[in-house]
């Protein structure tokens, strides 16, 4: 078969995979919010438990089955203001209170989780947390002052070590960074993706790629086989194998089906896991084999928001 039917063929089939996989939430329209999603920013898999940081609904939940109506999963907290994401070191939790500047940490004890400690004064939207296991520290970026905080462990309790502004962001959003190949990556910058050193804990910029009109709006940039995907506001979803020619870039947002805006990724029991916001609430994942995609499913799909959920977004700032 020429490669061009072949290309045709495993499209067809791709397309048909995203559209047999995509449940049907009836009931989402007349659902509280407690028994929906809205805007679930990110979704990870710690301690063997899976965390959905269900940003505008202001809550932190869990499961130990990805599979679980989202009715039935347990709340961390689900008084926080839109959180983004959460990360751990197996014991120690951190999220973000991104409408209230302060991070939040619980510790899993053998009777469960508790919150620990309230960290204030993180001005400017905590907005990623990532914890890193080369250098066993937490990172969180603040997307609106462009600051990046380390944090450890001492005693049990977490503690800030610096504060770094980081200038070349030129004062532009920033949603997201990743630590891709011992390097930090920033998403998208001054309409550029930036990498920088942070072992050294200089976060010194070592390279920068040009990123061209209709990608600057970047959410979220992972390195998966041999190509770089990346998320971005509004409603794209892109592959590329070279960041400095984004001519390549693969479209990914029709082939898998998205309806709203693809947000954060997660690599968990060997598939992709997508989350998808704001106009349309759902949960993708897929698997890559040899930079072939399959398995394409939609964990949790909630669609358009309905009025529970507009009223819960409005009780506290996101």
């Known amino acids: 078969m020429k490669k061009a039917g072949f290309r045709a063929l495993m499209l067809v089939t791709l397309l048909a995979l995203v559209f047999q996989s995509t449940p049907t939430n009836a009931n989402a329209a007349t659902a509280t919010y407690a028994e929906r999603l809205y805007s679930p920013m990110f979704i990870t898999k710690l301690s063997g438990l899976y965390f959905i940081a269900d940003s505008w609904n202001h809550r932190l939940i869990y499961s130990s089955d990805v599979n679980t109506p989202i009715k039935n999963w347990k ?89 770094k ?90 082939k898998l089906g998205f309806k709203g805006v693809p947000y954060y990724m997660s690599y968990i029991d060997g598939k992709v896991y997508v989350t998808e916001i704001d106009t349309y609430s759902a949960i993708r994942s897929f698997k890559v084999l040899d930079d072939q995609i399959s398995m394409v499913q939609v964990k949790h799909d909630y669609g358009a928001p309905n009025a529970a959920v507009l009223n819960r977004k409005r009780i506290l700032g996101t």
């Open 75 to 163: 709340v961390l907290d689900d008084d926080i203001a839109a959180p983004h994401s959460i990360a751990s070191n197996g014991t120690i939790f951190i999220s973000e209170d991104t409408g209230r500047d302060r991070l939040f940490v619980y510790t899993l004890t053998t009777k469960g989780f508790a919150k620990t400690q309230v960290i204030d004064n993180i001005k400017g939207r905590p907005h990623r947390t990532v914890y890193d296991q080369a250098t066993r520290k937490f990172y969180v970026l603040t997307s609106d002052t462009q600051n990046m905080y380390t944090l450890s462990v001492k005693n049990g309790r977490v503690v800030i070590d610096s504060k």
């Open 165 to 254: 502004h980081l200038p070349y962001m030129e004062a532009s959003y920033v949603r997201s960074f990743s630590i891709i190949d011992g390097l930090m990556y920033f998403v998208s910058g001054p309409n550029q993706i930036l990498a920088v050193n942070y072992k050294d804990g200089t976060f010194s910029l070592r390279e920068k790629y040009d990123v061209p009109a209709g990608y600057r709006s970047m959410n979220d940039l992972k390195k998966i086989g041999n190509y770089y995907y990346i998320t971005v506001y509004y409603n794209k979803f892109i592959r590329l194998k070279d960041l400095s020619d984004f001519s390549t870039a693969e479209d990914l947002y029709t």
